[in-house]
């Protein structure tokens, strides 16, 4: 392995994080022909992603502590395996309840042994452009919207919702298998089994106990909990809101797209942003930008306006999210990562889980969105506020002391 063997890392995360989160995430293209076909409520087939996020974020911690223990490849190896089977029995589903089970439960702890694991490698990696390879990484889930949901809509449409969930696991098998074949350690992990040392400032020695009740870690999962609870009910929602202000349903679904659209380029922009100029400056800067952006949509009417805020709020929610990852990496670093960074995901998708939740209530309890958009808005602003109180780096912290 040479130094460019990083961005084959690179490639086969995003690979692996778009057909995981695809898979997952396509459960909307689902949900239509599912509900006709069996009869089952849309209520019962969607309390399958709820599902999938409360599993995700337990799954990313266990799966991030094996990481650490055994490395990548067997972790994204479990997940791919588990994928495809839990796609495939979904399929074959003959009662809410084993859907659920199948697609709920185990697509969750399959899509969450790709993130965690595939970003700790990642940093692991790269010591420069760190964040740029990261944000990459995660523009699989960028891309994901715009290629699995498509293809399984062609699918349904050719065959039926069965036969669609049931070749999509088998693409899943085809991709994933293969690329785990790529997923490997870095050198500095082989030359430390030789026994070569290791760099000791990258190590702050904590335990995970220590490192998970440091105020390090507490500020960065307040800071990603806040910032999915902001953004997640907004995303949700926003189609509903556009039509409730007169934007026609084809053009109200369009904003969706060019968020997540945006998303992709704010993932590189971001990245780029956060190399040069520190990642904690980027991040506050992204969050207060994200809060206020939340704020405008409640004075927009017509969908140029719309357009105009969901480039800013895809580009700054998509470009902030792997920016948690680096800081992660550099307050705790290697050894304990995967801990560290799986039990931050578990407190973002508590936070992912809220939003929705939150919409629908005030929506049914008002008939308006508008304190929604207050209310996340405020927690936005609160997290770039959470953000601005990120200590110093413990390794930095005992060099001075020393």
Known sequence: MNHSYRWVIV????????VALGAMFSLAIFLEPMSLDTNWSRT?????????????GLGGFAWGSIYDRVGARPVVLAGAVLLGLSLVVASRANSLLVFQLSYGIIVGLAASAFFA????????????????????????????????SPFA??????????????????????????????VRQPPVAAAARDGAPAPAADDPGMSVGQALRSPQFIVLGLTF??????HSGPIFHMV?????????????????????????GGRVLYGVLGDR???????????????????????????EQ?????????????????????????????????????????????????????????????????????????????????????????????????
Not at 11 to 18: D, E, H, N, S
Not at 225 to 230: L, P, Y
Not at 278 to 297: D, E, F, M, S, T
Request: hydrophobic share 60%; glycine share 10%.
């Open 240 to 264: 509903s809101y556009a039509m409730s202000c007169g934007i026609a349903p084809m053009a109200a679904v369009s904003i969706y797209s060019v968020e997540g659209l945006a998303g992709l």
């Open 306 to 402: 719309f357009y105009l805020l969901a480039v800013i709020f895809g580009a700054t929610y998509g470009g902030v999210m792997p920016l948690y990852a680096v800081l992660a990496r550099e307050y705790f670093g290697l050894r304990i990562i995967g801990t560290v960074l799986g039990a931050a995901t578990l407190l973002s998708s508590l936070g992912m889980s809220l939003g929705p939740l939150a919409g629908g209530m005030i929506y049914d309890a008002t008939a308006s969105y508008h304190w929604l958009f207050i209310a996340s808005a405020l927690i936005g602003l609160g997290a770039a506020g959470i953000a601005i109180a990120f200590p110093p780096q413990p390794s930095r912290q005992k060099l001075q002391m020393a």
């Open 153 to 182: 809509r062609w699918l349904i449409s050719a065959y039926d919702w069965r036969t669609a969930m049931f070749d999509i696991g088998v693409m899943a098998w085809v991709l994933l298998l293969p690329a785990v074949l790529l």
């Open 11 to 18: 490639a086969a995360g995003a690979l692996m994080t778009c």
């Open 277 to 303: 100029l520190g990642v904690k400056p980027v991040l506050v800067a992204g969050l207060a930008i994200q809060g206020l952006v939340i704020a405008a949509y409640l004075a927009v009417g017509r969908i």
């Open 117 to 148: 694991p595939m970003i700790a490698l990642t940093t692991a990696w790269f010591d420069t452009n760190r964040s740029l390879a990261v944000s990459l990484v995660s523009a699989g889930m960028g891309v994901a919207p715009m290629t699995i």
């Open 44 to 56: 019962g087939i969607s309390s399958a992603m709820t599902l999938n996020f409360l599993v995700m």
């Open 225 to 230: 909990f806040a910032c999915c609870a902001a």
